[in-house]
């Protein structure tokens, strides 16, 4: 079973600023089955990356995904009010399915 | 624009099995090439993928649960359900369904339900 791990737990960070977020994964993941999503208070998840890099529709290209094999990054370039949330990785493999990591939030200095 | 929407008991006794169902709107189930999905989120905590299946009844469920989850689909309702059967305290969590597209990607969720387990 592949584990996702994402670090920092907790970034805080001042709007404007650069968010770096990381998810580590146990062994290699295929790029194509890695994607990150965003979750605010109260509200489903919203998928922001697929494919490591490529955004959903609707997304602001302020959001950014890099990475591949076992090190992945999601990028926000200047964070807005609206960015302050919960970060999950994700990765599809062959068993047990879809992992998630434990999230990363991002809040307010 | 789909939208899914979960409905069922918010409240579930000890032993018992949850049910859930979920409505798909703005989409037909059966016109095939997507997955529909369970997911769940303990109080507080990260995302669990309960399983998935296709409009045809395949399905695919984590292993984790697998002894205790059944789901089915209702083509001519448009809708997919979640069984959960002898539930514990452990099962309390917000219950989503989701579309599951090509490459794994769940791109589209119901607003999710809180379903609780308690007597």
């Known amino acids: 079973e592949i584990v996702l791990t994402q670090s920092p737990g907790t970034l805080s960070l001042s709007p404007g600023e650069r968010a770096t977020l990381s998810c580590r994964a146990s062994q290699s993941v295929s790029s194509s089955y890695l994607a990150w999503y965003q979750q605010k208070p109260g509200q489903a998840p919203r998928l922001l990356i697929y494919?490591?890099?490529s955004r959903a529709t609707g997304i602001p290209d302020r959001f950014s995904g890099s990475g591949s094999g076992t090190d992945f990054t999601l990028t926000i370039s200047r964070l807005e009010p609206e960015d302050f949330a919960v970060y999950y990785c994700q990765q599809y493999g062959s068993s047990p399915g879809f992992t998630f990591g434990p999230g990363t939030k991002v809040d307010i200095k | 624009q789909v939208q899914l929407q979960e409905s069922g008991p918010g409240l579930v006794k000890p032993s018992q099995t949850l049910s859930l169902t979920c409505t798909v709107s703005?989409?037909?189930?059966?016109?095939?090439?997507?997955?529909w999905s369970w997911i769940r989120q303990h109080p507080g905590k990260g995302l669990e993928w309960i399983g998935y299946i296709y409009y045809s009844g395949s399905t695919y469920y984590n292993p984790s649960l697998k002894s205790r989850v059944t789901i089915s689909v209702d083509t001519s309702k448009n809708q997919f359900s979640l069984k959960l059967s002898s539930v514990t305290a452990a099962d309390t969590a917000v219950y989503y369904c989701?579309?599951?597209?090509?490459?794994?990607?769940?791109?589209?969720w119901g607003q999710g339900t809180l379903v609780t387990v308690s007597s």
């Open positions: 703005g989409g037909s189930i059966s016109s095939g090439g997507y997955y």
């Open positions: 494919g490591a890099s």
């Open positions: 989701a579309r599951v597209v090509p490459a794994a990607i769940l791109d589209y």
